[in-house]
Every structure is written in structure tokens, then in C-alpha cells.
């Protein structure tokens, strides 16, 4: 296709014709769902329809009293070994044909990220009390 365009002299300014036209789809299309579900979705309005929803519960407390900074730092934590575990699969599926060097490269990543384990498991990092 781009051959053609190419061939005819309109050269890369046609694509970005292509990209303006997809963009505006794009929007057309984002619009046109709001609007439908503007016009669907039932709009009665009620008390316990403006009250704060919380995993189906009523809620308790004031929704804007301040969150415990170790809930940030526990999910930081499962972060890290999240991506650890990611880095670790493919290595593990090709370790045959890496030899050693990989090997000794792949244990300094996993003793830098136990070290910082250890760190957060003695300062206390890990309990959720």
C-alpha cells in the first residue's frame, strides 16, 4: 500500500493522512460511546446511590482521613519481587546455553534483592498490623 502512495510522489506526508485519520476515528468513536451511554444509563439519583462504595460495604470511617504510608511501601515490595520473578523466567527457560557468567549474574540480582528483603523484613517493613 505504502509502495503505491510512494510510486504516485505522495510520499510519507500520506501516512500522515493515515494517522489523522485514525486519530479522528478514534475520537469519533470515544464520543459516540459516551454519548450512547449518556442516553442508556438510567439517571435517577439517591442517597444511597451518593454514598461511598467500598467492596460492597457501608463505609465506616471518613473516606479522606489519611492512608498508612506502609501499605504504599508493602505494595513497593511486591513490586519489586513482582518484576524480580519477571526477569527470572526467561533467564530460567535459556539457562542451559548461558554458562556461567549468567549464572553469577543472575545470583548478584537475586542477593542484591534478598539483601534489600532482609533490610525491610528487620525494620519491620513486612508487617501489616
Same mark, same amino acid.
Given at each position: 500500500?505504502?509502495?503505491?502512495?510512494?510510486?504516485?510522489?505522495?510520499?510519507?506526508?500520506?501516512?500522515?493522512?493515515?494517522?489523522?485519520?485514525?486519530?479522528?476515528?478514534?475520537?469519533?468513536f470515544g464520543a459516540t460511546v459516551l454519548v450512547f451511554a449518556r442516553l442508556v444509563s438510567p439517571s435517577k439519583r439517591s442517597a444511597v446511590k451518593q454514598e461511598t462504595y467500598e467492596t460492597?460495604?457501608?463505609?465506616?470511617?471518613?473516606?479522606?482521613?489519611?492512608?498508612? =504510608?506502609?501499605?504504599? &511501601?508493602?505494595? $513497593?515490595? /511486591?513490586?519489586?519481587?513482582?518484576?524480580?520473578? @519477571?526477569?527470572?523466567?526467561?533467564?530460567?527457560?535459556?539457562?542451559?546455553?548461558?554458562? =556461567?557468567?549468567?549464572? &553469577?549474574?543472575? $545470583?548478584? /540480582?537475586?542477593?542484591?534483592?534478598?539483601?534489600? @528483603?532482609?533490610?525491610?523484613?528487620?525494620?519491620?517493613?513486612?508487617?501489616?498490623?
Amino acid at each position: 500500500m505504502t509502495g503505491l502512495l510512494f510510486q504516485q510522489g505522495l510520499g510519507y506526508e500520506a501516512s500522515y493522512l493515515y494517522i489523522g485519520a485514525f486519530m479522528l476515528l478514534m475520537v469519533a468513536f470515544g464520543a459516540t460511546v459516551l454519548v450512547f451511554a449518556r442516553l442508556v444509563s438510567p439517571s435517577k439519583r439517591s442517597a444511597v446511590k451518593q454514598e461511598t462504595y467500598e467492596t460492597g460495604e457501608a463505609a465506616v470511617t471518613d473516606p479522606w482521613r489519611p492512608f498508612p =504510608v506502609r501499605y504504599y &511501601v508493602f505494595a $513497593l515490595t /511486591f513490586l519489586i519481587f513482582d518484576i524480580e520473578a @519477571l526477569f527470572l523466567f526467561p533467564w530460567a527457560v535459556v539457562y542451559g546455553g548461558l554458562g =556461567v557468567f549468567a549464572f &553469577v549474574q543472575m $545470583l548478584i /540480582f537475586v542477593v542484591i534483592l534478598s539483601v534489600g @528483603l532482609i533490610y525491610e523484613w528487620k525494620k519491620g517493613a513486612l508487617k501489616w498490623v
